[in-house]
């Protein structure tokens, strides 16, 4: 991890097989990954790294064990914590915000679609995921909020030549632009009748 830069690099990963833990690296090339931290994070995070740093200097001077293992989230001893406390940890927080059940691998779902209704766009959160392909992302990892909903419900009008505040929308029967010809051709090649190029009430894009 990268604070400086604002950054984490996905280079190992630790998996549970009963109460053992293996560590290795990621399970496919596209796990292994580079991904921006925003400066909220990042301010977090350092304010992590100094009350380490803190509890490492106590716990050395009283003559405790402290392993300086590298991890950002440990024991008190310094050690990785174990994964299957992290679950029992969320459940429980869970449980006393009295919401429905969620899986750890829920909230990396809920992060695909925040970001998507951020403003993100698939391809980016493909790469956040470490998705070999970006349908995986788009059927199975991003959901539709209502406010991303309507965000396109604001945006088609502005498809259309359309003016807030104006008393109706433009004669589609009027030429759009009257310093033309209403009998040219088109960029396919095709001739078209200015009168019905205009780009319809159905959202259709127009094209000349």
Not at 92 to 121: K, Y
Request: net charge positive; proline share 6%; glycine share 6%.
């Amino acid at each position: 991890m990268d604070l400086q830069a604002r950054q984490l690099a996905v280079v190992r990963q630790r998996t549970t097989a009963g109460y053992d833990v293996h560590e290795g690296p990621p399970k496919s090339a596209t796990s292994r990954r580079t991904i921006a931290l925003d400066r909220h994070t990042v301010r977090i995070l350092r304010r992590h790294a100094e009350r380490q740093r803190q509890h490492r200097a106590v716990r050395a001077g009283a003559g405790k064990v402290c392993h300086d293992s590298g991890y950002v989230f440990t024991s008190p001893d310094g050690l990785p914590v174990h994964p299957g406390y992290l679950t029992q940890r969320l459940r429980l927080l869970v449980d006393r915000a009295g919401l429905p059940p969620i899986r750890l691998h829920d909230l990396r779902h809920g992060a695909a679609t925040l970001a998507h209704t951020a403003g993100a766009d698939l391809k980016t959160i493909q790469h956040q995921l470490g998705h070999a392909t970006i349908r995986i992302t788009a059927d199975t990892y991003t959901t539709s909020l209502p406010v991303t909903q309507h965000k396109a419900a604001e945006a088609r009008p502005r498809c259309l030549w359309w003016r807030e505040g104006a008393a109706r929308m433009p004669d589609v029967r009027t030429p759009v632009n009257r310093a033309l010809p209403s009998d040219t051709v088109n960029r396919r090649g095709r001739r078209s009748d200015m009168s019905t190029s205009v780009c319809s009430a159905a959202g259709r894009s127009a094209w000349w």
